[in-house]
């Protein structure tokens, strides 16, 4: 993408998550209840232990004249106590862990579905300025490895953090209690430890961003020659594409052993530190009972003490590389969510007649427009263009390549605005107009049809979702689609195929047309639908045009786009673009007399 990379240093990029957590707020409370509740079992266990060695064992164990004084069956029946004490706290614990684990990986499949949905649905809203700058590989690549990062951290790592933060700061404020001179020299040791790690580790986390978005490059190539392997295979470019993937996967590969480098310094720096700090402190422990200072009860209490602080410590190294990484996950994905479409439907949309909306067809205005692309934009499109077309009519679109016509389309259907002019449909502008309304209103039928990964009976309904197998096998008929469908293997319940390859071309463009036909709106948009098909082909897809033109109560307003002059000379008008202006316009007839543009292109190809 082109936008500016977001400039933070921290784990703080984490707090775009905040809006997916709060709908969760009692999930969360439950898990935070469940983890200091496991936490406060864990730290509890170490006083248990003091009290089974310093009640149980040694108190009872042998007299000052070394000889047995405590009654064994007593001393027996003290250490089942001591133990039924240590087991009810691992049960507790094990219950405890078993309830913060559950919620907290429901929290975080849920959140990183919400997430998924909500950065997928904001970007198929945007406009199609946005896919000019942004591959669609690396969108897919932050939809599914960005989001698995957030979801570890959310579902395990963030968690697991906090329990072993509590945990920690818990041993710690219990050996500083117990033993307050040392701990305090132990804890100054431990400040000095903190502050590298936190340096360090921005520079893991930048090595993390740099990994994703090499990640992010390989799954761009992969998705762009995967749609293209016809091309790919006809100029044997297998080997060539082979290496371009093997060399953008390699750069990954260097980017992600630099930053596990560096995390493993992080880590090891962590731990070792640390480490050191804490045996120092046990072996201040030791000599005090030595000294006869404390209990060995007391020393076994600071010993697991200390292994808890100790195994706290080496986990947050762990978790807070996860956090960096997890941090430029959701940098990129906050990226995608705060892209903002130059094309919104306004506030308080205007409203359309929806009288006879099926029936009648919509007219059009487009007045005085200029229009540049976003990725050109020295290079007008459109210039001062000025067209009606009346409600049923029929227009085509000609002109030599680069002359606008497309643009026509494109602005209509409103995926790009006008830099100057109106666009107008019943009168109506249509920035006016909320996108769902004006959309609706507008059918269209592609140079190449979309066909996806479905049934023919789901292909067609995606015209009007809601509609009966009747009413698709009817608009079927009517495409002349009808026949080839049953012939298919099973029927309208046969599977086309990613992008319909088990169709013909003449096959994919009336399945187009049987759901253009399902739409059955007003206004019909046809761009160079027969200009790819063979005679035979061209001659059924002419006839199902013809019938999509018609509504059962009058014509619909239809525009259309052709190359291929034969194929327009009944239009009602022919309007003749060049340079992103109208030159001409008539009928067939009556442009071959005038001897403009018109003429000269159907010379050249009545001639051919």
Same mark, same amino acid.
């Given at each position: 993408?082109?936008?500016?990379?977001?400039?933070?240093?921290?784990?703080?990029?984490?707090? +775009?998550?905040?809006? *997916?957590?709060?709908?969760?707020?009692?999930?969360?409370?439950?898990?935070? /209840?469940?983890?200091?509740?496991?936490?406060?079992?864990?730290?509890?266990?170490?006083?248990?232990?003091?009290?089974?060695?310093?009640?149980?064992? #040694?108190?009872?164990?042998?007299?000052?004249?070394?000889?047995?004084? #405590?009654?064994?069956?007593?001393?027996?029946?003290?250490?089942?106590?001591?133990?039924?004490?240590?087991?009810?706290?691992?049960?507790?614990?094990?219950?405890?862990?078993?309830?913060?684990?559950?919620?907290?990986?429901?929290?975080?499949?849920?959140?990183? !579905?919400?997430?998924?949905?909500?950065?997928?649905?904001?970007?198929?809203?945007?406009?199609?300025?946005?896919?000019?700058?942004?591959?669609?590989?690396?969108?897919?690549?932050?939809?599914?490895?960005?989001?698995?990062?957030?979801?570890? =951290? @959310?579902?395990?790592?963030?968690? /697991?953090?906090?329990?072993?933060? @509590?945990? +920690?700061?818990?041993?710690?404020?219990?050996?500083?209690?117990?033993?307050?001179?040392?701990?305090?020299? @132990?804890?100054?040791?431990?400040?000095? %430890?903190?502050?590298?790690?936190?340096? *360090?580790?921005?520079?893991?986390?930048?090595?993390?961003?740099?990994?994703?978005?090499?990640?992010?490059?390989?799954?761009? %190539?992969?998705?762009?020659?995967?749609? !293209?392997?016809?091309?790919?295979?006809?100029?044997?470019?297998?080997?060539?594409?082979?290496?371009?993937?093997?060399?953008?996967?390699?750069?990954?590969?260097?980017?992600?052993?630099?930053?596990?480098?560096?995390?493993?310094?992080?880590?090891?720096?962590?731990?070792?530190?640390?480490?050191?700090?804490?045996?120092?402190?046990?072996?201040?422990?030791?000599?005090?009972?030595?000294?006869?200072?404390?209990?060995?009860?007391?020393? +076994?209490?600071?010993?697991?003490?200390?292994?808890?602080?100790?195994?706290?410590?080496?986990?947050?190294?762990?978790?807070?590389?996860? /956090?960096?990484?997890?941090?430029?996950?959701?940098?990129?994905?906050?990226?995608?969510?705060?892209?903002?479409?130059?094309?919104?439907?306004?506030?308080?949309?205007?409203?359309?007649?929806?009288?006879?909306?099926?029936?009648?067809?919509?007219?059009?205005?487009?007045?005085?427009?200029?229009?540049?692309?976003?990725?050109?934009?020295?290079?007008?499109?459109?210039?001062?263009?000025?067209?009606?077309?009346?409600?049923?009519?029929?227009?085509?679109? #000609?002109?030599?390549?680069?002359?606008?016509?497309?643009?026509?389309?494109?602005?209509?259907?409103?995926?790009?605005?006008?830099?100057?002019?109106?666009?107008?449909?019943?009168?109506?502008?249509?920035?006016?107009?909320?996108?769902?309304?004006?959309?609706?209103?507008?059918?269209?039928?592609?140079?190449?049809?979309?066909?996806?990964?479905?049934?023919?009976?789901?292909? %067609?309904?995606?015209?009007?979702?809601?509609?009966?197998?009747?009413?698709?096998?009817?608009?079927?008929?009517?495409?002349?689609?009808?026949?080839?469908?049953?012939?298919?293997?099973?029927?309208?319940?046969?599977?086309?195929?990613?992008? +319909?390859?088990? /169709?013909?071309?003449?096959?994919?463009?009336?399945?187009?047309?049987?759901?253009?036909?399902?739409?059955?709106?007003?206004?019909?948009?046809?761009?160079?639908?027969?200009?790819?098909?063979?005679?035979?082909?061209?001659?059924?897809?002419?006839?199902?045009?013809?019938?999509?033109?018609?509504?059962?109560?009058?014509?619909?307003?239809?525009?259309?786009?052709?190359?291929?002059?034969?194929?327009?000379?009944? !239009?009602?008008?022919?309007?003749?673009?060049?340079?992103?202006? =109208?030159?001409?316009?008539?009928?067939?007839?009556?442009?071959?007399?005038?001897?403009?543009?018109?003429?000269?292109?159907?010379?050249?190809?009545?001639?051919?």
């Amino acid at each position: 993408m082109t936008s500016e990379r977001p400039k933070s240093k921290s784990p703080q990029s984490l707090s +775009g998550l905040l809006p *997916f957590l709060k709908p969760y707020r009692l999930q969360m409370a439950l898990a935070g /209840l469940f983890l200091f509740l496991a936490a406060a079992a864990t730290l509890a266990f170490p006083l248990a232990l003091r009290s089974l060695i310093d009640g149980g064992l #040694v108190s009872g164990s042998v007299s000052a004249a070394g000889v047995a004084s #405590v009654d064994a069956g007593a001393q027996l029946l003290a250490l089942r106590e001591h133990f039924g004490v240590l087991f009810a706290v691992s049960i507790a614990l094990g219950l405890f862990s078993a309830a913060r684990f559950y919620l907290v990986s429901w929290l975080g499949e849920r959140v990183t !579905a919400d997430l998924r949905n909500a950065v997928y649905a904001h970007v198929i809203a945007q406009s199609p300025q946005f896919f000019e700058t942004t591959q669609t590989g690396e969108v897919v690549s932050r939809l599914t490895a960005d989001t698995t990062l957030v979801q570890t =951290v @959310v579902g395990s790592s963030f968690s /697991l953090g906090l329990r072993n933060t @509590v945990m +920690g700061l818990g041993a710690l404020a219990i050996l500083i209690y117990t033993n307050p001179l040392v701990m305090v020299q @132990v804890l100054g040791v431990l400040v000095l %430890i903190v502050l590298p790690s936190v340096w *360090f580790g921005r520079r893991v986390r930048k090595l993390s961003r740099a990994s994703q978005d090499r990640v992010a490059d390989s799954s761009a %190539i992969a998705a762009e020659i995967l749609n !293209a392997i016809p091309v790919v295979q006809s100029y044997t470019a297998e080997p060539r594409e082979a290496a371009r993937f093997d060399a953008s996967t390699q750069a990954a590969f260097d980017v992600a052993v630099t930053r596990t480098k560096a995390r493993a310094v992080l880590v090891a720096f962590i731990i070792i530190a640390t480490s050191a700090a804490l045996l120092f402190g046990l072996y201040q422990g030791t000599q005090a009972v030595i000294r006869g200072d404390i209990t060995a009860g007391h020393l +076994g209490q600071t010993v697991v003490y200390v292994i808890i602080l100790a195994s706290a410590f080496a986990v947050l190294g762990e978790v807070y590389g996860d /956090l960096l990484r997890a941090a430029g996950a959701t940098e990129r994905l906050m990226e995608l969510l705060g892209t903002h479409s130059p094309v919104q439907s306004p506030a308080t949309p205007a409203r359309l007649q929806t009288a006879g909306l099926h029936s009648t067809g919509s007219s059009i205005a487009f007045k005085t427009v200029s229009f540049n692309y976003p990725s050109r934009p020295d290079t007008p499109a459109l210039r001062d263009l000025n067209l009606q077309v009346r409600a049923g009519e029929t227009v085509a679109l #000609v002109g030599p390549s680069g002359a606008g016509k497309s643009t026509v389309f494109q602005l209509l259907l409103r995926y790009y605005d006008p830099q100057a002019g109106a666009i107008e449909i019943d009168g109506v502008p249509i920035n006016q107009l909320a996108l769902h309304d004006l959309r609706s209103r507008i059918g269209i039928v592609p140079q190449d049809t979309v066909i996806f990964s479905s049934s023919a009976l789901e292909n %067609i309904r995606y015209g009007r979702p809601q509609a009966s197998d009747t009413e698709v096998m009817a608009a079927a008929q009517a495409a002349f689609a009808h026949d080839f469908i049953l012939a298919l293997p099973g029927g309208y319940s046969s599977f086309l195929g990613e992008r +319909g390859v088990r /169709l013909s071309g003449g096959q994919r463009q009336r399945i187009g047309i049987a759901r253009a036909l399902l739409k059955n709106p007003p206004l019909l948009l046809l761009d160079e639908a027969t200009s790819a098909l063979d005679a035979e082909s061209e001659r059924m897809v002419q006839a199902a045009l013809e019938s999509a033109m018609h509504t059962q109560h009058g014509q619909r307003t239809t525009l259309v786009i052709a190359h291929r002059l034969a194929t327009v000379q009944k !239009a009602d008008r022919i309007v003749v673009l060049d340079h992103g202006r =109208v030159v001409e316009q008539g009928t067939h007839d009556a442009l071959l007399a005038r001897a403009g543009l018109y003429a000269q292109l159907a010379a050249l190809q009545f001639m051919d």
